[in-house]
C-alpha cells in the first residue's frame, strides 16, 4: 500500500462512525456522572460533527405530498444503470416521478436503455431536457449517464474535462494508465435553465464511484480484497479531487444562481465537497460570493442515508445551493427503484 495525502483525507470516510463514538462515550460519562469529562466529549462531538456536516439534528420538516405555491422542487436520484433494476423502471417508476411534482429532476445513472424512454414518458411533464442538445445525444451513446428533465427551459448545455497534466503534478504516485484513465472524461454536464426571467446554472454530477463492490469480490483472500477497498478509495479520492477542482475553477466567477446535485460519491465534509462549496469564494464580483449549502445539513434531520446496499449506509447524494434558494425542507424518501434512495429538496428562489 502506498501512503499519500489522500491516505489521510479519507479518514473523513470514518467521520460518521467518530461521532457516534464521541456522542456513545459522553452518555456513558453522564451515566457515570464524570460531568467534566462528559461535557469536553459533548463539546467534541458538537465539533466534529459541524465541521464535517455529518448528522444534522433539526426539527424535520416534511416535504409535503402537494407542493406548496411558489415552491421549486428538486430532486436528485441515482436510478442506479445496474441491469437487476431495470425491470423497476416501468409505469409505476414514471407514476412515483410524476407525483412528486418536482420542477427539475436530475437522474444519475440514467442509461442509454432508459433515457430515451424517459424522455417520452416524461416529456409532457418537463418539455425540456438535455436531449434537446445535438452534443447531448452524441455523448448519451457512450456516457447517458446524467439527465436534467425541466420545467423551466434549458440553453448553454456543456460537458467538462479534465487536465492530464495537472494530474500527473497532483498525484505522481499514479501510473500512466491511471491518468490517461482519469483524464479521459468526466461525468458532470452543465445547463442553464431560465427560471421565471432568472439565468439559474444548473451542474449534474456524478463523481468517481470507490468501486467497493468490484474490490471486494475480485482477489483471493481477505488480505488482497483489503487491499483492492484501500487501492480503489485512493484513486477515487484522487480521481474525485481533480473532478471538484475542475468543476470549482469553472463555476469560480458564475454570476448566476447555482445549484449543484447528483452523486458526489462521498460523505459530506469530504475535500472534493468542501471544494465545490467554496467554488465562489473568490467570486470576482464581490455580489456573487458565497459558500454553496448542503440541503441535507441545513434541513434534513439524522443520517439521511442516500446509498444502502453491499452492506453500507452512507450519504453519496447531495443538493448544494447558493444563497438565492432559501431551503424550505428536504427528504429521503424510502422507496425501492435504486440502491440509492431520493433526495428531495423544496425552496423558495429569492433572485
Avoid at 465539533?47 to 424535520?60: D, F, R, S
Avoid at 484513486?235 to 479531487?241: E, L, P, Q
Avoid at 447528483?262 to 471544494?275: E, M, P
Avoid at 447531495?318 to 432559501?326: A, G, Q, R, T, V
Wanted: net charge negative; charged share 25%; glycine share 6%.
Amino acid at each position: 500500500m502506498v501512503l499519500t495525502k489522500e491516505t489521510f483525507e479519507m479518514m473523513i470516510l470514518a467521520a460518521p462512525f467518530a461521532v457516534i463514538a464521541l456522542a456513545a462515550l459522553t452518555l456513558l460519562l453522564l451515566l457515570f456522572r464524570k460531568w467534566s469529562a462528559a461535557l469536553i466529549m459533548a463539546f467534541l462531538t458538537l465539533l466534529l460533527n459541524g465541521w464535517t456536516e455529518q448528522i444534522p439534528l433539526h426539527i424535520p420538516k416534511e416535504v409535503p405530498v402537494s407542493k406548496p405555491a411558489g415552491t421549486l422542487r428538486v430532486l436528485d436520484f441515482n436510478i442506479c444503470g445496474k441491469v437487476e433494476f431495470a425491470p423497476l423502471h416501468g409505469a409505476p417508476f414514471i407514476d412515483y416521478v410524476k407525483n412528486l411534482d418536482a420542477d427539475l429532476l436530475f437522474l444519475p445513472e440514467n442509461t442509454p436503455g432508459t433515457a430515451h424512454g424517459f424522455e417520452r414518458m416524461l416529456r409532457k411533464e418537463y418539455p425540456y431536457s438535455l436531449h434537446d442538445f445535438p452534443d447531448f445525444e452524441k455523448l448519451s451513446v457512450v456516457y447517458a449517464d446524467l439527465t436534467i428533465y425541466s420545467r423551466y427551459p434549458l440553453s448553454n448545455f456543456r460537458t467538462y474535462n479534465l487536465d492530464k497534466e495537472q494530474i500527473k503534478r497532483d498525484h505522481p504516485y499514479l501510473d500512466e494508465e491511471s491518468v490517461d484513465f482519469i483524464g479521459s472524461y468526466m461525468i458532470v454536464y452543465e445547463a442553464t435553465a431560465d427560471i421565471d426571467g432568472t439565468p439559474v446554472t444548473l451542474v449534474h454530477v456524478h463523481l468517481r464511484t470507490n468501486s467497493y463492490d468490484s474490490a471486494k469480490n475480485n482477489g483471493k483472500g481477505k488480505r488482497q480484497k483489503v487491499h483492492n477497498i484501500y487501492e480503489n478509495l485512493q484513486f477515487g479520492y484522487a480521481y474525485r479531487g481533480e473532478e471538484s477542482k475542475v468543476i470549482a475553477d469553472s463555476l469560480r466567477n458564475c454570476p448566476n444562481p447555482l445549484v449543484v446535485c447528483g452523486d458526489f460519491n462521498d460523505l459530506s465534509g469530504a475535500k472534493c465537497i468542501r471544494t465545490i462549496q467554496h467554488c465562489r469564494d473568490k467570486n470576482i464580483n464581490a455580489e456573487h460570493r458565497d459558500r454553496l449549502n448542503d440541503a441535507w445539513w441545513r434541513g434534513g434531520c439524522g443520517f439521511g442515508f442516500t446509498f444502502v446496499d453491499q452492506h453500507l449506509h452512507l450519504r453519496l447524494d447531495h443538493i448544494l445551493y447558493s444563497k438565492e434558494f432559501e431551503l424550505q425542507a428536504v427528504k429521503v424518501d424510502t422507496v425501492y427503484y435504486s440502491d440509492h434512495r431520493p433526495l428531495i429538496a423544496d425552496f423558495k428562489f429569492n433572485p
